[in-house]
């Protein structure tokens, strides 16, 4: 079992601006571990860390948190810092904690051969685990599943009153504006987020199960959600979400265009890591074979190790050709993203 030695909830509004937060504690004598900072559900990834510790006789320790607050925390730290990995849902965190200095670059044999280029940083500092799509999803008794092709369909005025999303502090939806203005430019990406928030049926609110669930029940006809959420609805136990689950269904833009928009969960090794080959080979062992399948099993996302399938729920879904923009330019475009989200009111 992993020992979570130091587990909280970090949000981002603190009483007084205060983060009254310890630092990563210094375990019993032991050069065999891993300290981790997480930006993960700790339930998703346990059952990765329990394999990675039962297969090598590695302790792991993992603190679990807020993103943006755990790169604050581990900037303060500086070379004082016990942690060795960010386990991170986003490429675009890990640009930011690379921007900031916060990395290190890794070279092994090992990821290089496992993991396609497309995948992972170009100067090796971060690499990612899984793939993370996020198409459109439309309600089936209100909408044909070619009513709309791509993303900027969604800011068509015959849309008007008809479309969901979560807030703009949401990093899935800032990437993906970083992502349609890599491609568009800042003309052609204000005018589609303008138009979508036009087109809402309400404020910007919930998460993507919310979303998922506003869709089901006609709230609205449209909204984009990460796919695990969709696949894990439909393999729950309770009634109600699967039946929210089956009323939806998926349309995959921009295929005779860019591609669908991805983005991945990822993992990089922090600049000041005491225990680099331990964490190293961490990295090594989520690339698996092993690894990999629990990532496409239990947590629903697509393997990036070629050769590893695609859990049956995902792949009932449909196929679909991704964005093959590099994913440095999610956390690049990142900052011009939300400020044009802000000026056009996306809140």
């Not at 609805?233 to 309770?238: A, P, T, Y």
Request: proline share 4%.
């Amino acid at each position: 079992m992993v020992r979570f030695f130091l587990r909280f909830c970090l949000i981002s509004h603190l009483f007084n601006g205060l983060l009254l937060l310890g630092a990563l504690p210094i375990s019993e004598a032991s050069a065999q571990q891993v300290n981790i900072y997480s930006f993960r559900h700790d339930f998703l990834v346990e059952p990765l860390l329990n394999r990675f510790e039962d297969t090598t006789g590695i302790m792991v320790n993992i603190v679990s948190g807020n993103a943006d607050v755990m790169i604050k925390r581990l900037a303060a730290e500086g070379a004082q810092s016990m942690t060795d990995l960010l386990l991170t849902v986003d490429a675009g965190r890990l640009e930011r904690a690379k921007a900031l200095g916060l990395l290190q670059p890794v070279s092994s044999a090992k990821i290089e051969q496992a993991l396609p280029s497309r995948y992972r940083d170009k100067d090796k500092m971060w690499f990612g685990l899984s793939v993370r799509a996020r198409p459109i999803l439309y309600n089936r008794q209100h909408v044909k599943p070619w009513a709309v092709k791509d993303y900027t369909d969604l800011s068509d005025r015959r849309w008007r009153g008809r479309l969901c999303l979560r807030d703009s502090k949401n990093i899935y939806n800032q990437s993906l504006v970083a992502g349609y203005l890599a491609h568009k430019g800042a003309a052609q990406t204000r005018l589609w987020v303008r138009g979508m928030v036009a087109n809402l049926a309400q404020r910007p609110q919930g998460n993507d199960i919310d979303q998922i669930k506003y869709v089901a029940a006609a709230v609205c006809h449209f909204s984009v959600v990460n796919t695990y959420y969709l696949a894990r609805l439909l393999k729950s136990e309770n009634p109600q979400e699967q039946a929210a689950a089956r009323q939806v269904g998926v349309i995959w833009p921009d295929q005779e265009g860019d591609g669908t928009h991805i983005n991945v969960s990822a993992v990089a090794l922090a600049r000041h890591a005491p225990n680099r080959e331990a964490a190293i080979r961490f990295i090594e062992f989520l690339l698996t074979e092993d690894a990999q399948r629990l990532y496409s099993e239990q947590i629903l996302e697509y393997p990036v190790v070629s050769g590893v399938p695609v859990a049956e729920i995902v792949k009932s879904l449909g196929p679909f050709r991704e964005d093959t923009l590099s994913l440095n330019a999610l956390g690049i475009y990142n900052a011009q993203a939300r400020q044009i989200m802000k000026e056009e009111g996306w809140d």
